[in-house]
């Protein structure tokens, strides 16, 4: 795979300028840039700066409103519901991640309720917010994307990949934070892998016919998603249909924009909930045998050719690490990030120079 490596904070930046240019204030477009680069930093390339083009053509067309804020439109006590306004979705997840664990904090379990929401970006991002307040939290994220992925046993698509996501607070370290979509791959993963020129593994996406494959051109040309792990990837997806979609009302919204074209998101909602540790027992005794726990799994022998067993959110944390001088894009990628850059206006010089390696 050809590439080039590139400094996250000149990624932010550009990423910051095109979306500025798109009409999204300044701390907006700072906030979601960011947010790219930092899903590209934990390794979720799926989730990073590949998806700055595809956020761009949304916007151009009316599907995304760049500058519109979320706002907190109901609220009973431990409840609450929050709308994105078609905006971006990394600030409704925020104001959504931290409105239900402000009324965790009062008491004791904040439930919020998320519609009018786009792509919210990676989902563990909200997690750890949640944890470094001292939260537990988890998220179920209803009918996003298109009805992209196949029911368990069925030949034709009716579900989105549908993420679900958890945060604990463990003591002295990082969080741990599960963070995976109900469908085998995700469909950002796919997109990684055609940039790369790559096959997926197998059992991951069907072609037109229903029938497996691992060409990812296959998904492109009416393909769809399996289900992870089969009946029980299947069940969590549609738990999260029902969490997500169902309670929140969200396929009830008929507001979309742009009623011309096929909103991605038009009926998506999220149900994010925090729960304080401490009403349960004191919350630095949780945090210790959070502790605990992860230590004794981490010490577990590994398998062959594995070379030790890790928690999750233990990969992201070395990731960040890993890449914090800078990570690599493939070519197909930056050319991509570079077309957009231009066509709202920015010049050569104001593209990123790859980092020495």
């Not at 109901?74 to 402000?102: I, K, P, Y």
């Not at 929140?248 to 991605?264: Q, R």
Request: charged letters at 20%; aromatic letters at 6%; one cysteine or more.
């Amino acid at each position: 795979m050809a590439g080039r490596t590139f400094q996250p904070d000149a990624l932010t930046a550009l990423g910051t300028k095109i979306f500025a240019a798109l009409g999204a204030p300044e701390d907006i477009a700072r906030i979601v840039a960011g947010s790219l680069v930092d899903a590209n930093l934990t390794g979720h390339d799926s989730h990073g700066v590949l998806r700055i083009p595809q956020y761009a053509q949304r916007i151009r067309d009316g599907l995304v409103r760049p500058a519109v804020r979320p706002k907190v439109i109901e609220g009973r006590h431990a409840v609450g519901m929050v709308s994105g306004e078609w905006g971006f979705g990394q600030l409704a997840g925020r104001m959504a991640t931290d409105e239900a664990v402000r009324r965790a904090g009062e008491f004791g379990v904040g439930a919020v309720g998320v519609v009018r929401c786009n792509h919210f970006g990676r989902m563990g991002e909200y997690m750890e917010r949640a944890a470094d307040q001292g939260a537990v939290a988890f998220v179920w994220v209803g009918g996003l994307g298109q009805r992209a992925a196949v029911p368990h046993g069925g030949s034709r698509p009716t579900l989105g990949t549908n993420p679900i996501a958890v945060g604990f607070p463990v003591e002295g370290e990082h969080p741990f934070v599960m963070d995976f979509a109900t469908t085998a791959v995700a469909a950002g993963k796919i997109m990684v892998a055609r940039a790369r020129h790559l096959p997926l593994p197998p059992g991951c996406i069907v072609d037109k016919d229903g029938t497996p494959t691992t060409n990812v051109e296959d998904y492109y040309a009416g393909g769809a998603l399996l289900p992870a792990a089969a009946h029980k990837g299947f069940g969590l997806s549609v738990a999260a249909e029902l969490l997500g979609q169902a309670l929140t009302g969200a396929d009830a919204i008929h507001d979309a924009p742009a009623p011309g074209k096929e909103p991605v998101h038009r009926n998506s909602g999220a149900l994010f909930m925090a729960i304080d540790p401490d009403t349960m027992r004191p919350a630095g005794e949780a945090k210790a045998q959070a502790r605990r726990i992860v230590d004794r799994i981490r010490g577990v022998p590994p398998a062959s050719g594995v070379d030790r067993v890790r928690t999750p959110g233990q990969p992201e944390v070395e990731s960040r690490s890993a890449r914090s001088a800078g990570f690599e894009l493939p070519d197909d990628t930056w050319r991509a990030i570079v077309e957009c850059a231009r066509s709202v206006g920015l010049r050569d010089e104001d593209l990123p120079v790859p980092a020495a390696v």
